[in-house]
């Protein structure tokens, strides 16, 4: 079992360009999270999707775009870098009724925008 | 907002000794606090977590105390190992919810 898995691991970017991060879980899990990771201030949630073909906003959504592709599949698009968005991107999921009790992380996604 | 603060930042023992890590929460209705262990290069694992109506819970060599009173929870990790060095995050969030508040974390270093 792979568990939840990222891609890429490394990116970087120049300002203005834009990118998608994936992220794929095959716990069967309902919900699924993308976090960020800054020296500092912790884990901060930019997206989360509760269950399939719905998505909210977290504490941190600006710049930020995400697709709940289906149930396996969230990701995370960045439409036009800015260097504030330079992070350790994490994406997590948790089992169904749970809410974000128990989450599962990705390995990270480090991204540098110059 | 809601937020959580996590002290100390970073914290160094001899190989052996014990670790406490500390936490206060800000929403009162936070029912659920877990905490988690990030190794270099890794995302987090959940390690232990506990719930409101309990005070305290315990697995092998770490445990967790909570203060709903005062908003406290701790994590306590006894007979420390080079292997327990890495980052501790604690949270605090609600049965159901989904918008978990992340501690800035605690960097363990354990010396051999």
């Known amino acids: 079992n792979a568990g939840v898995t990222q891609t890429p691991k490394f990116q970087v970017l120049k300002t203005g360009q834009s990118m998608t991060l994936q992220c794929a879980q095959d716990?069967?899990?309902?919900?699924m999270y993308w976090y960020r990771q800054d020296p500092g201030m912790g884990l901060r949630l930019i997206y989360y999707?509760?269950?399939?073909?719905?998505?909210d906003k977290g504490e941190v959504p600006n710049g930020y775009n995400v697709s709940r592709l289906n149930k396996r599949e969230f990701s995370l698009r960045l439409e036009s870098a800015a260097p504030s968005q330079t992070s350790v991107y994490f994406c997590?999921?948790?089992?169904?009724?749970?809410?974000?009790?128990?989450?599962?992380f990705g390995s990270g996604t480090q991204l540098s925008v110059l | 907002g809601e937020n959580v603060e996590q002290h100390p930042s970073t914290l160094s023992v001899q190989e052996g000794d014990s670790a406490v890590i500390k936490c206060t929460y800000s929403d009162s209705a936070s029912n659920y606090f877990p905490w988690y262990k990030q190794e270099l290069g890794k995302g987090p694992q959940l390690i232990i977590d506990?719930?409101?109506?309990?005070g305290e819970k315990k697995d092998q060599r770490i445990a967790v105390t909570l203060n709903k009173t005062a908003k406290h929870f701790s994590l306590h990790i006894t007979e420390t190992q080079p292997e327990d060095s890495a980052v501790y995050f604690c949270a605090a969030g609600r049965t159901g919810g989904f918008k978990t508040i992340f501690g800035a974390g605690t960097r363990l270093f354990v010396k051999a």
């Open positions: 716990m069967n899990h309902n919900s």
């Open positions: 997590a999921s948790s089992e169904a009724g749970q809410g974000d009790e128990k989450l599962f």
């Open positions: 999707s509760a269950s399939e073909g719905t998505t």
């Open positions: 506990i719930r409101s109506n309990v």
